[in-house]
């Protein structure tokens, strides 16, 4: 059987460097996802839909922390809904 594998990446960028934004955080996350079996439609929605929302999941708390650490309130990033619509 062979492996197929793919990397996401998710880059998020909050505030603008320079602004008077009371911060600026640019932060990008990966991961590789590695299947057995070809199954293009399946794999496309878990790669697009899916491992976003997973990259969203770990960079929620950690957004949350730095802005608590940094004296401002926590934020937290909204739950997106990442589903593409069906045309």
Do not use: C
């Amino acid at each position: 059987e062979s492996q197929n594998n793919a990397t996401v990446t998710l880059e998020l960028q909050i505030g603008n460097k320079g602004s008077n934004d009371p911060f600026y955080i640019h932060a990008e996350i990966s991961s590789e996802f590695s299947w057995d079996e070809e199954q293009s439609e399946t794999v496309n929605k878990l790669l697009n839909e899916n491992a976003v929302v997973l990259l969203i999941s770990y960079l929620r708390p950690m957004i949350a922390q730095f802005t608590t650490y940094a004296g401002f309130a926590p934020l937290n990033l909204p739950y997106l809904d990442v589903r593409q619509k069906q045309q």
